[in-house]
């Protein structure tokens, strides 16, 4: 009864204090869910290292959803920000599938949004491959499933969580969190352009605050920079900066992962395609090690996001709207308007030499390519046959693309080797415009496409965000300037020198779609190839078989048993082979503090403060999982036990659960 009264009284003094006498705009929900990846073994994407390979994690992956819906429920959108390096738009089309069944045409490909974060430090394979060349480490159908279910989980959470509410916007300006990797690049664009902008990225932060009748409930920004502080010589599964800042809210709100989760923190990408967290430039800094970094760029987002969160005070006010698209970018016709230079046409997709130079500032690349490269090598054109077969390279291509010098096409073939279809969305939510591109976007390009975005939009535009990443991978864009000198991201921009202008020409007919309220369809659609692509096997099952009569339940001993604040403890045990028994909802260590007669859990491994690592054993197949947690200057004094988790595989091939505890230590 009590509970009941309180309850009544925070939502009668809710309406009147935080609200005033004036309506709900919209209603609101939220959802998150685990897609953390298979912990051993698979090649971690971003980086394209084969040696590249995950051996444990650091910290959880997760899909965060917003639903908002206009007051009477008829119009709705969904954003969802992954921890994941890209959104192959096969993830989409199976969540849209497996919410159609759910509930029927409320969400379609016009009003979902799926944004990654773009972290590298979290498994590959999860792209539907058409070649054994695997641009994405080969396909998984485990793993992306997985990530299927978990972002379906989050939306399907904040479906049901729909509530009367309101949200806020705020902007603020997040200052040593990144720099412009590609400054060379940058500065090819016209002077004039550049003397507009203080900066030579996008320093912005947009923030929307979520409250509803129950009280504040998430926030959701956007703000441009790399998730590449974990650096390729990392090996365990990271958020990195951009998961750990939504870690780092979350759990200042009370966020447990296990209960329903009171409060959903996603830190949004934007348009970092030139922008690295690394701001010594030479794939280190500003911190000791990654961890560090990791920690000093999340904490510097975090620090402005709660400062713009609780100050928050002008209400997103008008209708909820949004316009879709597909287009063919293989042969795209550019009209002079946004060429400049009259008519133009995009190209079928293909890598440049720089691209497999790598970014050097972020850690470079293969060793015989390095950015800049225009012109056609014979011996690399003969070492790239060897290893990739007949070139599929056309002089017609190698025009369009020019001055790429082209490594390999992938946009040539029938079928080709990658979609050349490309979903653009245009969203409203009140005076906030969404650009979701399915793309890595630089600083300046960005720019340009919010401009052209905004004007086609009436008076009511005040914020326009770029949501990259979202709904598909198509690789960089940069400006037709920035092409040219071909550094890495011009490398990687797939379509050729006309990219941005034909992203600016889509969008701004989204855009005036959208101003006028007219429909917009195309008979394009895109070329599925769920169903079609060579399957891999997660494991190799031979991999952690044991003996019934192991020890499985013992803890190998502790190196020593008092320690004190400050102190990183480590404990080791006998395990299985996590990516054996996949499951994205499979916690594997925990840390528990005496209190009185009880074990309570005091962390686990979504924590920044622990890691879990895999290695195999010397003599035999069995793997070793090495647990670690790092105390604090703040930490409690007292008696300690860490506790493993997980499954085994045993020698006549059934499966034993195993849970296993340390012996006590003390921190004192």
């Known amino acids: 009864?009590?509970?009941?009264?309180?309850?009544?009284?925070?939502?009668?003094?809710?309406?009147?204090?935080?609200?005033?006498?004036?309506?709900?705009?919209?209603?609101?929900?939220?959802?998150?869910?685990?897609?953390?990846?298979?912990?051993?073994?698979?090649?971690?994407?971003?980086?394209?290292?084969?040696?590249?390979?995950?051996?444990?994690?650091?910290?959880?992956?997760?899909a965060r959803a917003f639903i908002i819906a206009?007051?009477?429920?008829?119009?709705?959108?969904?954003?969802?920000?992954?921890?994941?390096?890209?959104?192959?738009?096969?993830?989409t089309l199976e969540v849209l599938s497996r919410l159609k069944t759910r509930y029927r045409d409320q969400y379609q490909i016009d009003n979902v949004i799926i944004s990654a974060t773009h972290t590298h430090a979290a498994p590959t394979g999860y792209w539907h491959s058409r070649t054994d060349l695997a641009l994405d480490g080969g396909f998984y159908p485990e793993h992306f499933n997985n990530i299927v279910d978990g972002i379906v989980e989050s939306i399907d959470q904040a479906h049901k969580d729909l509530e009367p509410g309101n949200i806020y916007i705020n902007r603020g300006r997040v200052e040593n969190a990144g720099i412009n990797r590609s400054l060379i690049a940058y500065q090819q664009n016209p002077e004039s352009e550049r003397a507009q902008y203080a900066d030579?990225?996008?320093?912005?932060?947009?923030?929307?605050?979520?409250?509803?009748?129950?009280?504040?409930?998430?926030?959701?920004?956007?703000?441009?920079?790399?998730?590449?502080?974990?650096?390729?010589?990392?090996?365990?599964?990271?958020?990195?900066?951009?998961?750990?800042?939504?870690?780092?809210?979350?759990?200042?709100?009370?966020?447990?992962?296990?209960?329903?989760?009171?409060?959903?923190a996603a830190f949004a990408q934007s348009n970092p395609g030139d922008v690295t967290p690394n701001l010594n430039l030479n794939n280190t800094g500003p911190g000791e090690d990654d961890f560090d970094s990791t920690?000093?760029?999340?904490?510097?987002?975090?620090?402005?996001?709660?400062?713009?969160?609780?100050?928050?005070?002008?209400?997103?006010?008008?209708?909820?709207?949004?316009?879709?698209?597909?287009?063919?970018?293989?042969?795209?016709?550019?009209?002079?308007?946004?060429?400049?230079?009259?008519?133009?046409?995009?190209?079928?997709?293909?890598?440049?030499?720089?691209?497999?130079?790598?970014?050097?500032?972020?850690?470079?690349?293969?060793?015989?390519?390095?950015?800049?490269?225009?012109?056609?090598?014979?011996?690399l054109d003969f070492l790239i046959k060897l290893i990739v077969g007949p070139p599929k390279s056309t002089e017609a291509v190698r025009r369009c693309q020019s001055p790429k010098a082209i490594l390999f096409e992938t946009g040539s073939g029938n079928p080709p080797l990658q979609s050349q279809i490309r979903s653009v969305t245009v969203?409203?939510?009140?005076?906030?415009?969404?650009?979701?591109?399915?793309?890595?976007?630089?600083?300046?390009?960005?720019?340009?496409?919010?401009?052209?975005?905004?004007?086609?939009?009436?008076?009511?535009?005040?914020?326009?965000?770029?949501?990259?990443?979202?709904?598909?991978?198509?690789?960089?864009?940069?400006?037709p300037e920035e092409y040219d000198l071909q550094q890495y991201e011009a490398g990687h921009t797939l379509h050729g020198?006309?990219?941005?202008?034909?992203?600016?020409?889509?969008?701004?007919?989204?855009?005036?779609?959208?101003?006028?309220?007219?429909?917009?369809?195309?008979?394009?659609?895109?070329?599925?190839?769920?169903g079609k692509s060579s399957m891999l096997r997660l494991h190799d099952a031979s991999l952690d078989r044991m003996n019934e009569g192991a020890n499985l339940d013992l803890p190998l001993p502790l190196e020593q048993k008092i320690y004190t604040r400050g102190d990183r403890v480590t404990t080791r045990f006998y395990s299985?082979?996590?990516?054996?028994?996949?499951?994205?909802?499979?916690?594997?260590?925990?840390?528990?503090?005496?209190?009185?007669?009880?074990?309570?859990?005091?962390?686990?491994?979504?924590?920044?403060?622990?890691?879990?690592?895999?290695?195999?054993?010397?003599?035999?197949?069995?793997?070793?999982?090495?647990?670690?947690?790092?105390?604090?200057?703040?930490?409690?004094?007292?008696?300690?036990r860490m506790k493993h988790t997980g499954l085994v595989t045993l020698s006549d091939g059934s499966t034993k659960a195993l849970t296993t505890t340390s012996d006590t230590f003390t921190i004192r």
């Open 70 to 91: 206009d007051a009477q429920l008829k119009k709705r959108l969904v954003f969802v920000s992954a921890d994941i390096g890209s959104i192959e738009h096969h993830i």
């Open 200 to 264: 030579s990225i996008d320093k912005d932060m947009t923030l929307l605050k979520f409250v509803d009748q129950s009280g504040d409930i998430g926030l959701l920004n956007w703000l441009p920079v790399h998730p590449t502080s974990m650096t390729f010589f990392n090996r365990l599964i990271s958020g990195d900066n951009k998961g750990y800042a939504s870690l780092s809210v979350e759990r200042q709100k009370g966020v447990t992962y296990e209960q329903e989760n009171d409060f959903v």
């Open 497 to 530: 020198r006309w990219t941005l202008p034909a992203y600016q020409q889509v969008a701004a007919e989204l855009a005036t779609s959208l101003q006028q309220q007219t429909i917009l369809t195309s008979s394009l659609a895109y070329d599925d190839w769920r």
């Open 295 to 379: 920690k000093i760029i999340g904490e510097r987002q975090v620090a402005v996001a709660l400062a713009l969160f609780n100050n928050a005070s002008e209400l997103l006010k008008g209708r909820i709207d949004h316009r879709q698209i597909y287009v063919d970018l293989s042969h795209f016709e550019v009209t002079g308007k946004y060429s400049g230079q009259g008519t133009q046409h995009t190209c079928p997709s293909a890598y440049g030499y720089s691209f497999a130079g790598g970014s050097s500032e972020d850690g470079g690349g293969h060793f015989l390519f390095k950015e800049g490269m225009t012109e056609q090598s014979l011996f």
């Open 427 to 479: 969203a409203r939510i009140g005076q906030l415009a969404i650009l979701a591109l399915p793309a890595e976007v630089t600083t300046m390009a960005g720019r340009r496409l919010r401009q052209t975005v905004k004007a086609q939009l009436g008076d009511w535009a005040t914020d326009v965000v770029l949501a990259g990443y979202s709904n598909g991978y198509a690789g960089y864009v940069t400006t």
């Open 1 to 62: 009864m009590k509970k009941a009264l309180s309850l009544f009284l925070t939502l009668l003094f809710m309406s009147i204090d935080a609200f005033g006498d004036a309506p709900y705009e919209y209603h609101v929900g939220r959802g998150i869910a685990d897609i953390t990846g298979p912990a051993f073994g698979i090649q971690l994407w971003g980086f394209g290292r084969e040696d590249q390979i995950s051996e444990g994690i650091h910290i959880r992956q997760k």
């Open 576 to 640: 299985g082979n996590p990516t054996a028994h996949y499951n994205r909802d499979a916690y594997f260590m925990s840390v528990e503090m005496l209190q009185g007669d009880r074990w309570v859990k005091v962390s686990d491994d979504h924590d920044w403060s622990t890691k879990i690592r895999w290695v195999k054993a010397k003599k035999s197949n069995a793997l070793i999982a090495h647990l670690s947690w790092g105390t604090a200057e703040d930490t409690r004094l007292g008696q300690y």
